[in-house]
């Protein structure tokens, strides 16, 4: 049934789904994605052992096969991809072809967001409140913030410098912090309630200290002095975003639910819809050294634009992976997906 009201919706996952002419709530994605990931995996794949359960929540699984996990989100440290996903899960990669787990992650709550600062100090944001950090390049993992029991989801970390970040989530979560993660201290971003309790899902930076939140409802929130106030740009969009990418050239690009594209050139004052090709929705932007840009989706679709022409292409790969996140690595493009690690070779 429809939802009529932001508190009626489930604080479960972290991917939303929206499937003609039902609406579900932006939580539930991540649980179907995992039930459909879960069809790729072979029996007895990535299951918790006895020696897992009596662990609890406070490692992640020790003995899974880092390639067939589900995952969210990836970035690189320097030269080594990071992936993060479901039970806690984080693998590396220095060459793009084989991945290897990290050596300690102090948790199994969900894994939503990866962000890196320099190739040493990172940061990742998940279920539960969840904040990890790291110094080694995402060896080892410890605890920065933490709130079982009390459904805090978070589904995007950035950071301006080592020092400076934010944190988002559901519901109008915003977490500021000014000593590394350490400390948070809770943001609204709006006095109007109903524009202060859409999902804040994707955090991306733009020129000249500008920073921009994909969120609910076709809304991007957008900051002119490094997130201390925040304007809310209504876009034509009805539906959800859940990426954004400011590009070299100056533009911006945002996009998410059915496939919708917004294109910005007067840094995210204004923004137009641009034909994406397809009704899948849209989970991840990323641009690469040619300054040609791709966008992942789900059932395996791939959009590609390349030189000045601002049309995309679109690809659909065979195995209909539901792609979450790409990096464009030394080796070629690396994706993340609800089936674990792939790539287009």
Known sequence: MPFSHARSRSKQRPWPIESPPMKLPFAILGLWLAIAASAHSAPGQNTPTKEDAQRRWTHAPSKVDPMRGVFFAATQAGQRIVAVGDHGLVVLSEDGKTFRQAQKVPTRSPLTSVHFYDAQQGWIAGHDGTVLGTRDGGEHWEVLRQERGKDEVLLSIWFADAQHGFAVGQFGLALETHDGGKTWERRTLSTQTHVAEKHLIHLFSGRKGLLFIAAESGTIFRSEDSGKTWQAIQTANKGSFWTGKALRDGSLLAAGMRGHVYRSQDQGLSWTATDSGTQQSLTAINERQDASVLITGT???????????????????????????????????????????????
């Open 299 to 345: 059932g395996g679709v791939l959009l590609q634009r390349t030189g000045a022409d601002p049309a995309f292409k679109r690809h659909t790969r065979a195995d209909n992976a539901s792609l979450t996140g790409l990096v464009s690595h030394a080796s070629g493009d690396v994706f993340v997906s609800t089936a674990g690690i792939l790539r287009n070779d």
